[in-house]
């Protein structure tokens, strides 16, 4: 499964971005797909991630969105209300029912300046 990412940039503080990551190849049933961050010097962690219901880190709540478009296997991230906080690299993550595949993006920066 190939994961490609787009829609990071560089913005200003209170602005928004949308982040895409269309999924292809040999798709078997999906079972969450989500986005992840890593900002310098800091772990990866989960921003927000769809499993049947959604769930979103407590410091994106009521500022991102996440939805998914099955008819494309591509799933968004909304992000509004940007702070310099959130600058990181992105990833968008695709795992397969029963662990059948697990795949990650390349990346995509996004940059709020304060």
């Known amino acids: 499964v190939q994961l490609a990412e787009s829609g990071g940039g560089l913005v200003q503080a209170g602005g928004s971005l949308r982040l895409s990551c269309a999924a292809s190849?040999?798709?078997?049933?999906?079972?969450?797909m989500g986005w992840y961050r890593q900002a310098p010097g800091k772990q990866r962690e989960l921003v927000a991630i769809i499993r049947g219901t959604t769930n979103y880190a407590d410091s994106v709540k009521g500022r991102f969105t996440i939805s998914r478009d099955n008819a494309k296997n591509t799933v968004y991230l909304q992000m509004n209300s940007l702070k310099p906080e959130d600058t990181a690299v992105y990833y968008c993550?695709?795992?397969?029912?029963?662990?059948?595949?697990?795949?990650w993006g390349q990346g995509t920066q996004v940059t709020v300046s304060s």
């Open positions: 993550n695709v795992r397969g029912v029963a662990g059948v595949f697990d795949s």
């Open positions: 190849g040999i798709i078997f049933s999906i079972a969450a």
